[in-house]
């Protein structure tokens, strides 16, 4: 079966033309040499084109098919033109895979180093003192109010401390004394002030009686006074008619006027015993045996002021007890913080560096942790100096991660120059590239997460303003266009 294949085969053979391997006229064998086997004057090439048609297994499919083939010169021009196209647009496409990059990178403003950042919160001791319970591990997290350790200091000075107690102590031992002597002032004070009233009350009954007196030989000279105008009516009449003598008128006459000013003496002296009774009765003593005010009163007018007095000085005394007490916890509250201080987290942090080590003593003002506050973060940026000279605070930027297809918006909010200032930064500006222009990024995205990634790289490109690069925002959209993603 075979060799009536080869034998076939070998009988179909065509005059010399061009073959599908691109043998010419010249190289391909006779007819004669392919059926007899020997070739003649074949160069290796031909000879290997020969030998592969001569010993090719026909394939089963292929000896079903019609005898209708394509012309062997269209399908050496297809085999030819068509692998040489596949092969230009597989190059085409690795050229403009691999220069999209570049490209893009080229119309855009972007870093030449980016990496997240953060602001460090430092914790000073705020006494002199020995370290005690740290708690605190680099990169634990640690949340708001969380106590980090405990400073003690035996050798505070406590004298100002002890002089309050002993002088709270001293005026709180002296108050007893005081409310002593003004209660015994009190009491002496009520005795006097009873005597002085009931000197008063006996004092008034004896005017009042004087006064009645007074008034009972007023109407006993007011009936003398009667009878005596009487008798100087009736002598005057019996006189006139002869029967009494002058003598007797004049006699007469006397006793009127006598009892008349008798009558007129008693009158006074029951006004002044009025007068004096009223007197009396208001607190007031007018005579010519004593003063305006007995003694028991003086006396108790003088205690009075003394019960003021010690009234006056144990207020005092109480305000100053308080006083003292007020200074007494104030400097308490103040030898606590000079004595012991508990440092706690102020905000929700890592710990970022630790400064001390537990047992240590420190001074006043020491650092002695740093913490990472991530809600600070920020990506710090280095680029040239032609790209920094074209963006302004307030452009906006967006960060990628280097290992991350995503990426987050920000804003310019310090352009610093080669000279950035020193900045309470995790990852200071000046240990970035050198020679570069430095910018800080601000990046919401990267401080709303707990975990920012401080120390990350990655690369920022910049959507400049349309001032300052309008052109390469239009060529940066136009490649976007034709390269999507």
């Known amino acids: 079966m075979a060799a009536e294949q080869k034998k076939a085969f070998s009988t179909e053979i065509d005059p010399p033309k061009s073959s599908a391997s691109g043998v010419s006229a010249l190289d391909a064998p006779s007819v004669n040499e392919a059926s007899t086997g020997r070739p003649s004057s074949l160069d290796v090439r031909a000879q290997s084109a020969l030998l592969h048609e001569a010993f090719k297994t026909p394939d089963p499919l292929e000896l079903d098919r019609p005898a209708f083939s394509p012309s062997p010169q269209g399908a050496g021009f ?6 040489r196209a596949v092969k230009s647009a597989l190059g085409l496409c690795v050229v403009v895979i691999a220069g999209v990059g570049p490209v893009q990178r080229l119309l855009e403003f972007s870093s030449v180093e980016a990496v997240v950042n953060a602001r460090l919160v430092s914790l000073r001791a705020p006494i002199d003192g020995r370290i005690e319970d740290f708690a605190p591990t680099i990169g634990a997290t640690m949340p708001r109010g969380r106590i980090m350790l405990h400073i003690s200091n035996s050798r505070a000075d406590r004298t ?13 031992s002296e108050r007893p004394a005081v409310i002593t002597r003004l209660g015994r002032l009190k009491e002496l004070h009520e005795q006097v002030s009873q005597q002085a009233r009931a000197f008063q009350s006996g004092r008034i009954r004896e005017l009042e009686e004087r006064a009645m007196d007074l008034r009972a030989q007023l109407s006993a000279t007011e009936a003398s006074e009667s009878e005596a105008a009487s008798n100087l009516a009736r002598t005057k009449s019996l006189a006139a008619t002869g029967y009494q003598t002058a003598v007797a008128v004049e006699r007469a006459e006397r006793d009127a006027k006598v009892a008349t000013q008798n009558q007129k003496s008693l009158n006074h002296r029951l006004f002044a015993s009025e007068v004096e009774l009223e007197a009396a009765r208001r607190g007031e003593y007018v005579g010519d045996s004593y003063n305006d005010r007995p003694s028991s009163l003086q006396h108790a007018d003088e205690l009075s002021v003394r019960v003021v007095e010690a009234e006056a000085e144990l207020a005092s005394r109480d305000q100053r007890i308080n006083g003292l007490r007020a200074a007494l916890d104030t400097e308490s509250a103040r030898y606590s913080e000079l004595s012991n201080a508990v440092l706690s987290s102020p905000i929700d942090a890592q710990v970022w560096e630790v400064l001390v080590s537990p047992g240590e003593e420190v001074r006043k003002g020491q650092d002695l942790l740093r913490l990472l506050d991530c809600s600070g973060a920020l990506v710090t940026v280095t680029v040239r100096e032609s790209v920094f000279n074209k963006l302004r605070i307030g452009d906006k930027a967006q960060f990628r991660f280097a290992s991350e297809p995503g990426g987050y918006d920000g804003t310019i909010v310090r352009m610093s120059g080669s000279s950035a200032p020193t900045d309470n930064l995790a990852i200071q500006p000046t240990g970035l590239s050198s020679g570069g222009y430095r910018i800080a990024v601000s990046v919401p995205d990267l401080a709303a997460s707990a975990q920012c990634g401080v120390g990350r790289t990655g690369m920022v490109v910049f959507n ?7 052109l390469l925002q239009s060529l940066r959209g136009a490649v976007s266009f034709l390269l999507p993603g």
């Open 78 to 83: 297809v085999a030819r033109y068509g692998r």
């Open 464 to 470: 400049a303003s349309t001032a300052s690069g309008g």
């Open 160 to 172: 100002r401390l002890d002089d309050l107690q002993r002088m709270v102590e001293q005026t709180e």
